[in-house]
C-alpha cells in the first residue's frame, strides 16, 4: 500500500528567498504524484504531477518538483516565494494499479513573511 | 466547462437528521471519490468509485452512504447525522487508467457541513 509522509507540517519563508516543501512516499507500483495547494477557505488546486515522463516537472506559478525514485522523494520548490503563495500544500501519491487510491499526505502550511 | 459540481455548499443540520450531498461531473471520468477535511488531518477517503454501478469504501467510510447509478453522479448520503460528521468535505473526479500516466484529481469547491 503506498502512503505519504510530509516533512514539515509549517513552514516559514520571507518573500522572494527559496520555498523547498519535502514530500516522501512510499509504493509498490510505479506510482503516479502530485502536488497540489488549497488556500484559506478554498478548493484543492493541482499545482503538477507527475506521471513516469519527465522527473523533473514544472508547474503553475513557478513551482516545480524532481521525482527521485532512488530517495522516493517529491520535493517541490519555487525560487522566490510570493505573499500570494501562502496556504496549505498537500503532497498526493496514486499507484499506477488500477483500482487504486490517491493517498494525501497530511500537508504543510506556508507562510510568507513581508 | 463546469468540471466537478457540488450542492450545497454551506448545511446546517440538527443531530439525527439526513442529509445527501450532491456530486456531479461533466468530464466522463470514471473514478470518483468523496473526502472529508478536519484541521490538522489532511482530507480522508470516505467512499469511492470506480465506475457506474460500482462503489467501495475508503479510509471513514462509518455514517455514510454511496450510490453510482450514473458515470456523472455521485451523491453522499448521511443516514443519522452526529456532530463528528462537521467538517468539510470533497467530491473529486478522475480518469481511471488500469496502466502508467493516470490522470490526477479534479475537485469541486467543497460543502461545508455543521451538525449542531
Known amino acids: 500500500a503506498q502512503s505519504v509522509t510530509q516533512l514539515d507540517s509549517h513552514v516559514s519563508v520571507s518573500e522572494g528567498t527559496p520555498v523547498l516543501l519535502r514530500c516522501n512516499y512510499s509504493?509498490?507500483?510505479?506510482?503516479?504524484l502530485f502536488w497540489y495547494v488549497q488556500h484559506p477557505n478554498k478548493g484543492l488546486q493541482l499545482l503538477l504531477k507527475?506521471?513516469?515522463?519527465?522527473?523533473l516537472v514544472k508547474g503553475i506559478n513557478g513551482f516545480e518538483a524532481e521525482f527521485k525514485k532512488s530517495e522516493t522523494s517529491f520535493h517541490l520548490t519555487k525560487p522566490s516565494a510570493h505573499m500570494s503563495d501562502a496556504a496549505e500544500y498537500f503532497c498526493?501519491?496514486?499507484?499506477?494499479?488500477?483500482?487504486?487510491?490517491?493517498?494525501f499526505g497530511p500537508g504543510t502550511r506556508l507562510s510568507v513573511l513581508p | 466547462n463546469a468540471g466537478v459540481t457540488q450542492t450545497p455548499k454551506f448545511q446546517v443540520l440538527k443531530t439525527g437528521q439526513s442529509m445527501t450531498l450532491q456530486c456531479a461531473q461533466d468530464?466522463?471520468?470514471?473514478?470518483m471519490s468523496w473526502y472529508r477535511q478536519d484541521p490538522g488531518m489532511g482530507l480522508r477517503l470516505i467512499h469511492y468509485?470506480?465506475?457506474?454501478?460500482?462503489?467501495d469504501q475508503g479510509e471513514v467510510p462509518n455514517g455514510y452512504n454511496v450510490s453510482r447509478s450514473t458515470t456523472e453522479d455521485f451523491p453522499l448520503r448521511l443516514l443519522s447525522a452526529a456532530p463528528s460528521q462537521t467538517s468539510v468535505y470533497f467530491c473529486?473526479?478522475?480518469?481511471?487508467?488500469?496502466?502508467?500516466?493516470?490522470?490526477?484529481?479534479?475537485f469541486g469547491e467543497g460543502s461545508r457541513l455543521t451538525v449542531l
Open positions: 498526493v501519491v496514486r499507484e499506477n494499479n488500477y483500482g487504486q487510491n490517491f493517498v
Open positions: 468509485s470506480v465506475g457506474a454501478g460500482i462503489t
Open positions: 507527475y506521471t513516469s515522463a519527465a522527473t
Open positions: 468530464m466522463n471520468h470514471e473514478y
Open positions: 473529486a473526479s478522475s480518469y481511471s487508467s488500469s496502466g502508467a500516466n493516470t490522470g490526477e484529481l479534479f
Open positions: 509504493s509498490s507500483y510505479s506510482p503516479s
